[in-house]
């Protein structure tokens, strides 16, 4: 006998309406990402911080609000939370003080570098890919911009399925290589991942895949929340004030907002939600643009370029729900440089022994210019995500370490 679902519907961010949760669901007729939802009444009869001690360290210790499917799992989650302290002190708060004195004492970094293939897309794809197995899925197919697709070909590999990644021509070596190494056809095309995205949908019908692209399957979103209930296992039961997360397709923002939500209604937590800050790259901010211009949608983003690959996503699916999210939880949207990502990066890795993606050295300069306004203030706690390991970019940590070296 089939065990019932996790899952009891599938419902539009958008307009609402209810899907099946048993057979293969993507987007919404009206176009918008659907949200997978649960009993949590019954959830929280068992999921409490007191059993959770006695789970296996990865994210399926959250069973009882993720896809109750056999885990196509490589071990993912439960990642470091590493508290800052060199760092935090270097960064004063409303530009008083002294080193040290009116800082960020409370500054953590949730180091995501450490998940299998080295990146928060781990998450994601392990109850992607655990689903559309369950499914009856034989191919999976995404665009990306480099470590999505590095871990798709790594979990289709792991599940016995065939995957087809399609980036663009400029992707990180090292993401090529990943995908190659797990058996991935990999097709790669002169333009950004939106002309990607546009490859695979016209394509997907006619080849039977299953389309595993950012917001277009339901599950991607319930990989990354549980980065929201670890801080919140992490923090013994508290969340922090504030949380920085690069946004490139939003969806660690979307999930860990919606693990939020889901916490509330256990009775986990009150109506108080840690600010979420949405921090893009200058050369591609779609959702900062649309944040800075009091809109509802953000236009798609023209020429993006940046060296952060991950935010290198011009007109993101999600962009209603980042935008709505950011109002709700009285957060904000901010860009940095390539080079001021560059200039955080060696920080990061010379103060604190963490060597980040551009992607993740990006909050650090983000969190001074918080601070540095006043936005951010000395007795909060701060979590930074860093989404991806440095190793994966040596193209751009060689454009790093050519500058002068960080005085420490």
Not at 156 to 165: C, K, M, N, T
Not at 191 to 215: F, H, M, N, Q
Not at 334 to 355: K, N, P, Q, Y
């Amino acid at each position: 006998m089939t065990k019932p679902l996790n899952v009891v519907e599938l419902e539009c961010s958008a307009c609402g309406k209810k899907y099946d949760a048993s057979i293969e669901q993507h987007l919404c007729t009206c176009g918008k990402p659907l949200l997978a939802r649960y009993d949590l009444r019954r959830a929280a009869a068992t999921l409490t911080l007191e059993s959770l001690k006695s789970r296996p360290r990865t994210l399926w210790r959250y069973a009882e609000v993720l896809p109750n499917d056999p885990a196509v799992s490589l071990g993912e989650g439960m990642t470091a939370l590493v508290h800052a302290k060199r760092l935090g002190a270097t960064i004063l708060c409303g530009g008083e003080g002294r080193r040290g004195q009116g800082s960020l004492q409370r500054l953590y970094i949730k180091d995501e570098g450490l998940n299998p293939t080295g990146s928060f897309k781990a998450r994601g794809m392990t109850a992607a890919v655990s689903r559309a197995k369950q499914l009856g899925a034989k191919a999976l197919a995404a665009p990306t911009a480099g470590n999505a697709g590095g871990a798709l070909a790594a979990y289709a590999a792991a599940a016995g399925l065939s995957a087809v990644i399609v980036m663009p021509a400029d992707t990180p070596a090292a993401n090529v290589m990943e995908c190659q190494a797990f058996g991935a056809k990999v097709v790669k095309l002169n333009g950004l991942i939106s002309d990607c995205g546009k490859y695979v949908a016209e394509r997907k019908d006619r080849e039977g895949w299953y389309d595993v692209s950012t917001l277009k399957e339901p599950y991607r979103i319930e990989g990354k929340k549980t980065m929201g209930y670890e801080l919140w296992e992490q923090f013994g039961g508290k969340l922090p004030d504030v949380i920085l997360c690069p946004t490139g397709g939003g969806v660690g923002l979307i999930g860990m907002c919606k693990a939020f939500d889901e916490m509330q209604e256990m009775g986990w937590i009150g109506a108080e939600r840690p600010r979420m800050v949405a921090v893009q790259a200058e050369g591609c901010a779609p959702i900062v643009r649309a944040w800075e211009a009091h809109q509802d949608s953000a236009e798609f983003f023209p020429n993006a370029a940046t060296i952060a690959s991950g935010l290198r996503v011009p007109g993101p699916l999600g962009d209603l729900m980042m935008l709505s999210m950011l109002r709700q939880t009285k957060g904000t949207a901010l860009t940095v440089t390539d080079e001021e990502m560059l200039e955080a990066g060696r920080e990061l890795a010379s103060m604190e022994g963490i060597f980040a993606a551009p992607e993740g050295a990006a909050t650090v300069s983000a969190t001074r210019k918080l601070a540095a306004s006043g936005w951010i203030k000395p007795e909060e706690t701060v979590v930074l995500f860093n989404t991806g390991t440095g190793y994966k970019y040596a193209e751009a940590w060689q454009r790093a370490l050519q500058s002068a070296p960080v005085e420490r």
